[in-house]
């Protein structure tokens, strides 16, 4: 199979045509007769992966070939376009946009130490205000959040990674308070230096 699909950049197109012809031999080896009631030809079988990989170019060859196994796994029928980019979806960790908002409203400060269940909800959490979401009702902060998830999300997907900033480290040095008699021999010397 050759197509003039553009993969994104990053992403080996003989690597996503290989994929996508292993896919096709998978489900026919799976799916029998379902697949063949599919695609009962050579020319539809053809058509057909060219569909299929111009809907799949955007993601990776190894995240394609794992949520089509997922599907094999988990389905009875004949996978559909749909179907696989929901698994592909879920194959970068990522929690659903619901989940992703519960566990920003509910997570604990210092933000950047808690134990995140992916980055992006972070940076969604971040982006939304950290502030904004632990005031404000659902109604109101779920659309906020669920936007800044969906787009940090389409970032990850585009091969982004992201890092949550490490914690602050601890000081060299870490000042003590001045006593009272220190605090007044300061206040003296600088009473002399102002000429007060």
Not at 2 to 20: C, F, M, Q
Not at 133 to 142: D, P, R, V, W, Y
Not at 164 to 171: G, N, R
């Amino acid at each position: 199979m050759t197509s003039e699909v553009s993969a994104r950049p990053g992403i080996d197109k003989e690597a996503l045509i290989n994929v996508i012809n292993q896919l096709f031999a998978e489900f026919e080896l799976v799916y029998h007769n379902q697949y063949n009631k599919a695609f009962p030809n050579a020319e539809k079988v053809s058509y057909a992966k060219k569909l299929w990989l111009s809907h799949l170019s955007d993601h990776p060859p190894q995240i394609i070939l794992k949520a089509a196994h997922c599907a094999i796994r988990e389905s009875e029928f004949l996978p559909t376009i749909r179907g696989i980019l929901k698994y592909c979806d879920d194959g970068y960790g990522l929690p659903d946009a619901r989940s992703a908002y519960l566990e920003a409203c509910r997570a604990s400060s210092p933000k950047n130490e808690f134990n995140w269940s992916h980055p992006a909800v972070y940076y969604a959490g971040r982006e939304s205000d950290w502030y904004f979401l632990a005031g404000s009702q659902e109604q109101q902060g779920f659309p906020v959040f669920k936007r800044n998830y969906t787009l940090i999300c389409e970032r990850v997907i585009a091969g982004e990674t992201l890092s949550i900033p490490l914690p602050k480290a601890i000081p060299e040095t870490i000042n003590t308070p001045l006593s009272n008699d220190q605090r007044k021999q300061r206040l003296q010397s600088l009473r002399k230096e102002l000429k007060i």
